[in-house]
């Protein structure tokens, strides 16, 4: 038995309303382990000066996960008073008119989702043995791989550079010393 015609697209636009809301669960989740458990186990202990090592993935994940909970009530009011979040406001195309002349650049998919922070929790794993050089070298090569980047020779010059950007700005601008083993000091 098929659905009736209006009933097909609400039946698409529940699927889709949940497949978001699962989406920024995963994020609150990530959020929540990342400033439960990843930060205070890789941050080094405060050295007395400067600001303290945790200060900027604090604020950073916090931010994050500040924004996930606010798209979480967007989609969760929209789902409990089972109306589609205003298409003027809606950050998903597929929500909008086919006609409109939006482009597919808004969607939550997992996979994309998984691709990009598989990589980041590695990252925060392999500070700790290999030094934050060669782990945030890596970590920049892979994303720019998950991004769609093949021309090497530029993913390299940029993983060199914004590593050595950020090694300088944190140690010597900031005066925060960065986690792991370090090659130059």
């Known amino acids: 038995m098929l ?3 209006g009933c097909e697209k609400e039946v698409k636009h529940v699927t889709r309303i949940i497949r978001d809301a699962i989406a920024y669960l995963l994020i609150v ?3 929540i382990l990342m400033l439960t458990w990843a930060i205070p186990t890789y941050t080094p202990a405060y050295p007395g000066y400067g600001a303290s090592p ?3 993935p604090n604020v950073a994940v916090c931010v ?7 798209s979480l009530i967007r989609v969760g009011v929209a789902l409990c008073m089972k109306k589609p979040i ?4 809606s950050e998903f195309p597929e929500d909008l008119e ?3 002349g939006f482009t597919q650049v808004g969607r939550v998919k997992i ?15 392999a500070i700790q043995y290999i030094g934050y050089m060669l782990a945030s070298f890596a970590f920049l090569m892979v994303l720019q791989y998950v991004i769609g980047s093949r021309k090497w020779t530029q993913s390299i010059v940029v993983s060199i550079i914004l590593t050595a950007v950020l090694f300088i700005v944190m140690r010597y601008g900031f005066g925060v010393p960065v986690p792991g083993p370090q090659i130059f000091e």
Do not use: Q, R, S, Y
Request: charged share 15%; net charge negative; with cysteine.
């Open 29 to 31: 989740g990530f959020c």
């Open 3 to 5: 659905p009736a015609k």
């Open 64 to 70: 994050m996960l500040f924004m996930a909970c606010l």
């Open 98 to 100: 086919e006609d409109g």
């Open 111 to 125: 996979v994309h989702l998984v691709n990009l922070m598989v990589p980041c929790v590695l990252l925060v794993v």
């Open 86 to 89: 205003v298409v003027e406001e």
């Open 54 to 56: 945790a200060l900027v």
